[in-house]
């Protein structure tokens, strides 16, 4: 039975003062600790330790005893484009490089609300598959950035948020001086902001001048950001910079000094070794979208390599699905299939590897490590509340392995962001989530429309009429 009854909901957990939460276990990085319990105060983490020690300590707090659940760090999205949300099911089916057919032509078909709209609906998802946190790799959309800010926040999720810095495309006629005054006024923007943590982007290197992608570098690394341009995700890509530079993407950024601790590669999914040891010395994270590779790339990421060379990586979704739990089981399964059966790996990682990287990793790669995917005394109280009376998980031998492979977004209860209650069973706590979702299908049929999409692959019905398998 749910512990999360009604009373409850209306009660100490939307109280928005101090907690002593007392589940069944806490899932710390060394493992699940039976028996502990939090305490949550002013949005952060202020004790994590054995129940009854906690509640000896803290006398003057209640404790919430939640039976049959787990609480564990929120996962953390280390790429999204948020205000793609209206064209999701628009790659299904399409080759590779559609950023060009389809996502520049929707975004920008965006006016203000629908930006606003199409960017909470992906939070809304998001935060429904236990991610507390997303990365925003920049919008196309030609409205101010800081409406996908207020989407984010007001639908209370935490935000890496991207300015495109592209100035070697004609997305920016004024130059480089005029591009990098804008990215510093957003990179002080959001100082103080609890929820929306400013970020730099470039779509690809190409996409950018030479001094841009030094400069921004330069700037985000001085101001604690990250930098996220897409990097050896498409063989079309790695070959236009073999022509135009005489070598590859990564490579070409190591050249000319954008590579460190400040740049979040997009997929990387196409490495060679060397580049394996350029991430490994310049402290560059990576985001692996496997979901993303299997849908619509070129090649997975070597992803239980990078974990081995130490290379910082987080997991994405690139805007597939909000499902953190899939999500993981997608990181596994696809190194598995990519590495594993060739090689004889049967753990892949061994369970934990995708579990914190969907956690503590990604928080690290998006340059939020020191805020968010911990539960430890300071850390954002950024979290979830896991069912692990389902059939799925009831019967547990190796828990961090369960939740990769049998977790999903039904056995979430609730999620908390910067402390406060934002979902109860998939639901938002203090908006109207279905309306959200009734006014972006209206929306979205209207943008849809107005962009100049090309789409390569039939829909389905169609594509079953042209089969000569039928």
């Not at 049959?68 to 948020?82: Q, R, S």
């Not at 985000?220 to 498409?234: D, L, R, T």
């Not at 299908?441 to 090309?454: K, P």
Request: glycine fraction near 10%.
């Amino acid at each position: 039975m749910n512990p999360l009854t009604p009373d409850l909901l209306h009660g100490p957990l939307l109280d928005g003062g101090p907690l002593l939460l007392v589940p069944d276990a806490v899932l710390v990085p060394e493992g699940p600790a039976d028996g502990h319990a939090v305490v949550v105060a002013d949005g952060a983490f202020r004790a994590v330790g054995p129940a009854e020690e906690l509640v000896r300590t803290h006398p003057h707090l209640a404790p919430v005893p939640l039976p049959g659940h787990v609480l564990m760090p929120g996962f953390v999205d280390a790429h999204h484009h948020l205000t793609q949300s209206f064209g999701s099911a628009l790659a299904f089916g399409e080759p590779s490089e559609i950023f060009r057919r389809v996502w520049v032509p929707l975004e920008g078909a965006l006016d203000e609300e629908s930006a606003y709209v199409a960017a909470k609906l992906a939070a809304y998802e998001a935060l429904r598959g236990g991610f507390t946190t997303v990365a925003d790799a920049g919008t196309r959309a030609d409205v101010d950035v800081d409406v996908v800010a207020s989407a984010a926040r007001d639908a209370g999720i935490r935000c890496v948020l991207g300015l495109v810095c592209n100035d070697a495309d004609g997305a920016d006629e004024a130059g480089t001086p005029s591009v990098l005054e804008r990215a510093a006024k957003h990179l002080a923007r959001y100082d103080g902001d609890p929820l929306v943590h400013a970020s730099l982007a470039v779509s690809i290197p190409e996409a950018a001048t030479e001094e841009t992608l030094r400069r921004t570098a330069r700037l985000a690394a001085e101001s604690g950001a990250v930098v996220q341009i897409h990097v050896n995700e498409h063989l079309a890509g790695v070959e236009r910079s073999l022509v135009r530079h005489g070598m590859r993407p990564l490579e070409h950024l190591h050249r000319i000094g954008a590579l460190g601790p400040q740049l979040l590669a997009a997929h990387a999914t196409l490495l060679t070794p060397r580049e394996l040891t350029l991430l490994a010395d310049t402290g560059t994270a990576v985001s692996y979208n496997p979901v993303a590779s299997a849908w619509k790339g070129n090649a997975v990421a070597p992803a239980t390599a990078m974990a081995e060379r130490g290379v910082r990586f987080g997991l994405g979704t690139d805007g597939t699905r909000g499902d953190g739990f899939r999500l993981a089981e997608a990181a596994e399964f696809a190194q598995r299939l990519a590495y594993g059966l060739a090689t004889g790996d049967s753990s892949c990682g061994a369970g934990w590897t995708w579990l914190e990287h969907a956690t503590r990793g990604g928080a690290d790669a998006v340059g939020l490590g020191a805020r968010t995917g911990t539960i430890a005394p300071g850390m954002a109280a950024d979290f979830l509340l896991v069912d692990v009376t389902n059939p799925e998980l009831a019967l547990s031998w190796d828990l961090p392995w369960e939740l990769v492979r049998r977790g999903n977004r039904d056995q979430i209860t609730a999620v908390f962001v910067d402390g406060r209650l934002r979902m109860r069973d998939g639901r938002p706590v203090d908006w109207d989530g279905p309306a959200l979702v009734s006014r972006a299908a209206e929306l979205a049929r209207a943008a849809v429309e107005r962009a100049a999409i090309t789409r390569v692959h039939p829909t389905s019905t169609a594509a079953r009429e042209g089969s000569t398998a039928r």
